[in-house]
Nanobody
Framework: QLQLVESGGGLVQPGGSLRLSCAASELILNYYAIGWFRQAPGKEREGVSCISSSGGSTNYADSVKGRFTISRDNAKNTVYLQMNSLVAEDTAIYYC????????????????????WGQGTQVTVSS
């Protein structure tokens, strides 16, 4: 199973920015689609964004469109989530996840599709 480790979480003020990183234990180029999910207290886990194995296709939840950007650096086996214009509703534990696929030009953010998960990193947006 692919090992994933998130980092970059922390406390940030509303309107601020934060970049999360997801480091993978093996090469991900042409093998894995990567997604970011989050879970706030009392709520179900929700998909935030995903990026295809080729890096050429991304999807975002409506709540983060225009504010979050997902990217990947396959040479470093790392995926990033750049979060801008943060609001209190973004407060949650953020998880990186992956699924192996031969489909290189698309991805989905359906929780059940992902088989490898990181441990999560806390993001708190508060003044």
């Amino acid at each position: 199973q692919l090992q994933l480790v998130e980092s970059g979480g922390g406390l940030v003020q509303p309107g601020g920015s934060l970049r999360l990183s997801c480091a993978a234990s093996e090469l991900i180029l042409n093998y894995y689609a990567i997604g970011w999910f989050r879970q706030a207290p009392g709520k179900e886990r929700e998909g935030v964004s995903c990026i295809s194995s080729s890096g050429g296709s991304t999807n975002y939840a409506d709540s983060v469109k225009g504010r979050f950007t997902i990217s990947r650096d396959n040479a470093k086996n790392t995926v990033y989530l750049q979060m801008n214009s943060l609001v209190a509703e973004d407060t949650a534990i953020y998880y990186c996840a992956a699924y192996q696929t031969l489909v290189r030009d698309m991805c989905v953010i359906t929780t059940s599709r992902f088989r490898s998960w990181g441990q999560g990193t806390q993001v708190t947006v508060s003044s």
